[in-house]
């Protein structure tokens, strides 16, 4: 399976130092764990080791295992395909594997998919925010799993954003969906393998259901850790969150998309460009400056989102926008998902007449919490919306600790 280089940047930490993700470990101390086995793994353009070689050419060339099928999630085998476009299952045509497509028709794996699978492997890179859909992939995965009684196995990776960073309101039964299935808050600061153990008590274990778990855990990591500190190189998670910074403010801006402005797709800049054509770009950066959020500076920006192979319908399409470009200057200190709140509220407040919440309750499904966006057309500050969370985070931020492995 070739994997286009391209995206990806040297590590410049060298290997006795830098992080070895759980792929690498399984080969040097777990690999007969699945000799003689056939395995599906769940998997796409992340899947790499470090020199950029994907997990499907390395386990099946020099190391002999038997791969029967592959499954992909949003964005694809080859993490090419649009956001929240379906993708079709297909033989890969470079393997000759199955890959079942797991975000179109299907979203979990049925019976018939696993009929030649004897252990499942999880290795994906995402960015620890609740709705990217990977790992709503492995939740359904790993419910799979312990269905059909087959083994389950993620292969660890570091979080982008520091795993000491959290951030945002817990998701509310009422607003459970693809896009919000566990209870965490949005930006939760946990990796796969540390996910993988709170999918199990607080997703599984209600439905009676008990996967066979295993992580293969990061070597030489610590949770303080940003994805540039570890020494591996940077492949982009999905096609619109393409840097260490888009991701840093993801969590927060990816809120708008749940509005009637542009949130930045098919520009160069996706959920650090935000705006429309009924903005006053300084206006509304002079607004949100006089806000004194810690680590970030917003500067006015005009764009014009295209259409382009990672996009397919952008809001606003070849239309001239007016907005915010949001700078972020000290990633300790933000608070991303306040940041996106405030942009959110500050826009409501400016032109409360052209700014519409998406009818199909896309909103509520992203924050997780009704109340949120009743607070907003009541006028609410973010700072007074954000202290409705404060206590349910300060809780998981406690809880999650008997999740870590790091």
């Not at 400056?289 to 319908?313: C, I, K, W, Y």
């Not at 509520?364 to 404060?390: C, P, V």
Request: hydrophobic share 35%; glycine share 8%.
């Amino acid at each position: 399976m070739t994997i286009d280089g391209s995206e990806m940047k040297a590590a410049k930490v060298d290997t006795l130092q830098r992080v070895k993700p759980g792929c690498e470990d399984f080969l040097e101390s777990w690999v007969e764990l699945t000799r003689g086995r056939r395995v599906g793994l769940i998997a796409n353009h992340t899947s790499v080791f470090p020199d950029g070689r994907h997990d499907v050419d390395v386990l099946r060339g020099e190391h002999n295992v038997t791969i029967t099928v592959l499954f992909s999630p949003e964005h694809g085998i080859r993490g090419t395909a649009p956001a929240g476009e379906h993708v079709d299952s297909l033989l890969d045509p470079l393997t000759g594997l199955q890959v079942f497509s797991l975000y179109g028709e299907h979203t979990k794996p049925d019976k018939s998919m696993l009929e030649d699978v004897d252990f499942l492997v999880y290795d994906i890179q995402d960015a620890a925010t609740r709705f990217y859909t990977y790992i709503s992939t492995m939740t359904l995965c790993m419910e799979s799993a312990a269905e059909n009684n087959i083994p389950f196995v993620v292969f660890d990776r570091p979080t982008i954003v520091s795993g000491n960073k959290t951030d945002g309101p817990f998701l509310h039964e009422d607003c459970r969906s693809y896009i919000g299935m566990l209870p965490v808050p949005i930006l939760y600061g946990m990796t796969p393998g540390e996910l993988a153990g709170l999918i199990q008590k607080e997703y599984l274990k209600p439905k009676g259901l008990k996967a066979e778990l295993k992580v293969i855990r990061l070597r030489n990591y610590n949770r303080t850790m940003w994805y540039d500190e570890t020494g591996l190189p940077w492949v982009i998670p999905s096609p619109n969150v393409r840097t260490i910074e888009a991701a840093t403010i993801y969590p927060g801006t990816a809120l708008v998309e749940g509005t009637n402005v542009s949130e930045g797709r098919g520009t160069g800049f996706p959920f650090q460009t935000i705006g429309a054509p009924f903005i006053d770009g300084k206006k509304l950066a002079d607004s949100l400056t006089g806000l004194d959020m810690p680590g970030v500076r917003f500067e006015p920006a005009d764009f014009t989102p295209h259409q382009s192979n990672t996009v397919s319908h952008p809001r606003f399409k070849d239309q001239l926008c007016h907005g915010v470009f949001i700078r972020v200057t000290d990633r300790t200190a933000i608070r991303p998902v306040e940041v996106g709140l405030a942009t959110v509220c500050a826009i409501r407040n400016l032109y409360p007449e052209d700014t519409k919440f998406r009818s199909d309750g896309a909103f509520d499904r992203l924050t997780g919490d009704r109340q949120i966006k009743t607070m907003i057309e009541e006028g609410a500050g973010f700072r007074e919306i954000a202290s409705t969370w404060k206590d349910a985070l300060d809780r998981f931020t406690e809880v999650r600790k008997e999740y870590f492995l790091y």
